[in-house]
T-cell receptor, first 113, second 110 residues
């Protein structure tokens, strides 16, 4: 079956702009979580959605937001971009809301100039 | 707050040598521990989790609550084991909210 799909794979933005990243989970997976990966901070949890509800949120400013649609697809948005937002944004899906294996996408690499 | 520590950024071993990737965690409750691996040009993927207590690709990891450790071990390293390894922790009720360590790059040389 198809894996987790993230679009776009690469994008370049300038400071102050906003960006929307998309994630299509594996068919049948209802939980989608987002992570930010940077060389300095490593992998950091952003938020998790299950059945269109945000279940958990990491320690990121309110500029970072997300949502999940009824088909389990998810988007995350970053407004008023800062240079420090440059990172690889990874989406992961899992079949249920209880702890289990996460299936990761290839990521969306955001560069903020 | 929970924390995962992987003290080594790079571990270089010869083929056939034993491997031990260290992972220590701090959490006062009962965590769930995982090892994720990323091979070159591949996605991050689950290698093993402590609840399943299984051996995957020859790797095992035992949760030691007394030492708050979850070291990953393999008796004989293979070239194909070269990858980035991440230890991760989650706590009850926060299913997909993983706290990752900074990762250890394992390099297996001939």
């Amino acid at each position: 079956k198809a894996g987790v799909t993230q679009t776009p794979r690469y994008l370049i933005k300038t400071r102050g702009q906003q960006v929307t990243l998309s994630c299509s989970p594996i068919s049948g997976h209802r939980s989608v979580s987002w992570y930010q990966q940077t060389p300095g901070q490593g992998l950091q949890f952003l938020f998790e959605y299950f059945s269109e509800t945000q279940r958990n949120k990491g320690n990121f400013p309110g500029r970072f937001s997300g949502r999940q649609f009824s088909n389990s697809r998810s988007e995350m948005n970053v407004s008023t971009l800062e240079l420090g937002d440059s990172a690889l944004y990874l989406c992961a899906s899992s079949i249920s809301a209880i702890a289990g294996e996460l299936f990761f996408g290839e990521g969306s690499r955001l560069t903020v100039l | 707050a929970q924390r995962v520590t992987q003290p080594e950024k790079l571990l270089s071993v010869f083929k056939g040598a034993p491997v031990e990737l260290k992972c220590n965690y701090s959490y006062s409750g009962s965590p769930e521990l995982f090892w994720y691996v990323q091979y070159s040009r591949q996605r991050l993927q689950l290698l093993l989790r402590h609840i399943s207590r299984e051996s995957i690709k020859g790797f095992t990891a035992d949760l030691n609550k007394g030492e708050t450790s979850f070291h990953l071990k393999k008796p004989f390293a293979q070239e194909e084991d070269s990858a980035m390894y991440y230890c991760a922790l989650t706590i009850t009720g926060t299913a997909s909210k993983l706290t990752f360590g900074t990762g250890t790059r394992l390099q297996v040389t001939l």
